[in-house]
């Protein structure tokens, strides 16, 4: 009588791919049910494929993966040490919280530095005061443009000057507005260029005409971010 003998082989799973983030051992990849996506997102364990929770919109998704990373917890180890460290599990369920609440609250859960930042004094020409520079080149160039145009009859007169004090703008506090390309500014709408003003009031007030939406004392959203925000469906989050 012969005996056959069947010798099992552990197959590691593939390691998962998708967006990184600022966690090491984690990326957010598209929720699929059936194959088929779902419009939702997942924070996905890289080494073991397994999903961290709740399927969520990708912005929210984003924001979960950051509160992630920012706990003590080591979230590149296999699957099975994490599901004995009570610490992850704490960490997750805490941070899946926060999300849902700020979901709920139609704001982000994670914020970016003080929207209103501050710039260094302007330049600008004499004869061109309402125009102003954020560097010498730039006030430069436009000097020798203005030397090499007819209009500017008594450009020999004119001198670079500097305001003594400096201007203020404001940039929007959602973490992940605009990905890759840097966050959104207050800009004049007539020349695209970005809104600096001398009074941090007056900014504001210009702030409040865009469109642009308070959070808190230091903190705004751009329109683009609180149309996104105010999504109906993250209530049910």
């Excluded at 003998?5 to 990184?20: C, D, F, I, K």
């Excluded at 040490?81 to 704001?107: C, K, P």
């Excluded at 929207?115 to 020798?144: C, F, I, K, N």
């Amino acid at each position: 009588m012969s005996t056959a003998t069947a010798t099992a082989t552990a197959v590691r799973p593939e390691p998962m791919l998708g967006e990184s983030t600022t966690a090491p051992g984690l990326v957010i990849a598209p929720d699929a049910v059936y194959g088929h996506y779902t419009g939702l997102w997942r924070v996905v364990h890289v080494v073991s494929g397994l999903h961290i929770y709740a399927p969520l919109p990708l912005t929210y998704a984003r924001e979960y993966a950051v509160l992630l990373a920012r706990s003590d917890v080591d979230w590149a180890r296999d699957a099975a040490q994490l599901a004995q460290d009570g610490r992850a599990s704490g960490a997750a369920r805490t941070a899946l919280r926060q999300v849902r609440e700020a979901a709920r609250a139609h704001r982000p859960a994670v914020l970016d530095a003080p929207s209103v930042y501050p710039v260094p004094p302007l330049y600008y020409l004499t004869g061109d005061p309402d125009r102003r520079y954020r560097t010498w080149s730039e006030v430069v160039q436009a000097a020798e443009q203005y030397h090499r145009t007819s209009y500017w009859p008594q450009v020999a007169d004119e001198q670079v000057a500097r305001e003594d004090r400096p201007s203020w703008g404001m940039r929007c506090a959602a973490l992940f507005c605009n990905p890759g390309g840097g966050s959104a500014v207050l800009r004049d709408w007539a020349a695209s260029l970005p809104c600096l003003y001398r009074s941090r009031k007056a900014l504001l007030v210009e702030a409040r005409l865009a469109d642009w939406t308070r959070l808190d004392e230091q903190h705004w959203l751009c329109p683009d971010c609180a149309d996104s925000y105010r999504d109906p469906r993250h209530a049910d989050l």
